[in-house]
């Protein structure tokens, strides 16, 4: 039986045992059959995407629907790679130790097997410039899969790797299809949709004007807040995370002894004798008693000599008015007059500060849309969370669609019934306003621990897929 050794196209020196009478041409042509020479082409990965991508799927599909298979490779995996790392002393001792039970002692051998034949597929894989290449070209979908799954994996381990968790996460090829289609969907549909499937979700109160309605909605577009329970500790969060950055911004300028003069709170007072004064029957006892309001407190200044106040003071001031002021008087309606009064010295107390500090400013702003959303939320949360999980629009639309058609018409009406829950349009409504206003940085928001468990699966799944390779079939 002749034998030669043969060069394949990928540079790697094969021995071929031949019958009688063979030639070493023979031999040769039998390595390039097995090995054939990969010109790389642009044309032809391309063309191999898509196979490649369903591949995948299906690699991902067979990973969950096997459950028990995929459970033990993983554990046999990580056992036998263990195993491999191991000084062999060590091995032969645990192995010593489970004598009484050879059904242990023939796990961890097949462990170490499913260890290595891991390795030796990866090995084929990308073992040299021609491997890489053929696996790019006949499966690119599988291979940028693979490269996801190192970075997305390396960051895991290694918290200081985030951005290469990142990139891996954007490169994955799942995040690639339904970035691609959330940014055309995101061109496509009008930009005044969100708004409207978050409305139509919330529900908000019809004594609420449109203007009023717009605004907390824009909200909680803005801050991705759901209208429910959860969003509403959201949005909680958010307002005491805000109030702790405006806090120690003011606390850092009374530190640095900035003041502010205490005359400033009477600066918006002018406004509002414009606005409540003129042809109107409550003119007169309307500027009585706005004018009684800032004569107290102006000769209340002037008593104690206070002429300027550090700004700590001023939001003090501000917060007492909100807190304890004329909106909680105990046994007594306020007047009109009273509540502008109060507002306007409130808003002074406030622009006063920003006018010191200018970085207050936003921060007041973005505090100041929540709070007004954060009633309005609740009550919408609470109307949402308590009612039953289809409600009877769900039955309604499944009996009629099944009515009209057969079970497929129940499914189609039962689906529309759940896009119809406020939970998933308010979801869509979030997720379609974040990906209109996000551009191209679309591609590079996703989750990388999310995405490095896909891609364990379907790596685990293209294991299951290959006869031979973890265990005998």
Do not use: C
Not at 278 to 285: C, H, R, S, V
Not at 424 to 436: C, E, G, M
């Amino acid at each position: 039986m002749p034998t030669f050794n043969v060069k394949s196209p990928d540079g790697k020196i094969y021995k071929v045992d031949t019958p009688e009478g063979a030639t070493k041409e023979d031999a040769i042509a039998f390595v390039q059959a097995q090995y054939p020479s990969t010109e790389f082409s642009t044309a032809k990965t391309l063309e191999n995407v898509p196979a490649s991508a369903l591949q995948y799927g299906k690699n991902i599909a067979t990973a969950v629907t096997s459950p028990l298979q995929t459970g033990r490779a993983i554990l046999d995996i990580g056992a036998g790679a263990l195993q491999n790392a191991l000084p062999q002393s060590v091995v032969d001792f645990v192995n010593q130790a489970d004598v009484n039970r050879p059904e242990a002692l023939q796990s961890g051998v097949a462990a170490r097997d499913v260890a290595g034949n891991v390795g030796q597929y990866y090995k084929e894989r990308y073992g040299g410039k021609q491997n890489v290449l053929r696996a790019i070209q006949q499966d690119p979908v599988g291979v940028l899969s693979d490269i996801s799954g190192v970075l997305t994996g390396g960051a895991t381990l290694a918290p200081k790797l985030a951005t290469l968790g990142k990139v891996g996460a954007a490169i994955e090829p799942l995040s690639i299809a339904t970035n691609t289609l959330g940014y055309g969907a995101s061109k496509v549909l009008p930009s005044t949709l969100p708004a409207k499937l978050y409305e139509s979700a919330a529900k908000w109160s019809t004594t609420l004007s449109p203007a009023e309605r717009a605004n907390i909605t824009q909200t909680a577009l803005e801050q991705q807040i759901m209208p429910s329970y959860s969003g509403v500790g959201k949005a909680q969060t958010t307002i005491n995370v805000l109030g702790n950055k405006i806090d120690e911004l003011i606390a850092n300028a009374t530190e640095a002894n900035v003041k502010i003069p205490a005359a400033k709170v009477f600066e918006n007072l002018n406004n509002v004798r414009k606005e409540l004064g003129g042809f109107k029957i409550e003119a007169q006892p309307d500027l009585a008693t706005l004018n009684k309001i800032e004569l107290n407190f102006r000769n209340y200044l002037k008593k104690n000599k206070i002429t300027s106040v550090t700004p700590a003071q001023m939001q003090a001031f501000k917060q007492d008015i909100y807190q304890t002021g004329i909106y909680k008087k105990k046994n007594q309606v306020s007047t009109k007059a009273e509540d502008e009064a109060f507002k306007a010295m409130a808003r002074a107390a406030k622009e006063s500060i920003e006018s010191e500090i200018p970085q207050v400013s936003a921060l007041n702003a973005q505090q100041g849309q929540l709070l007004e959303l954060m009633p309005h939320l609740e009550r919408s949360a609470a109307r949402i969370e308590n009612r039953d999980l289809l409600g009877i629009g769900g039955g309604v639309k499944a009996a009629g669609g099944q009515a009209l058609g057969d079970t497929t018409g129940a499914v189609l009406g039962a689906t529309q019934s759940i896009f119809d829950m406020p939970k998933p349009k308010a979801w869509t409504a979030l997720n379609l306003y974040k990906k209109q206003n996000q551009g191209l940085g679309v591609f590079g928001d996703n989750s990388p621990n999310a995405s490095f468990i896909r891609q364990l699966l379907q790596q685990q799944g293209a294991y299951n897929n290959a006869p031979g390779l973890l265990y005998e079939q």
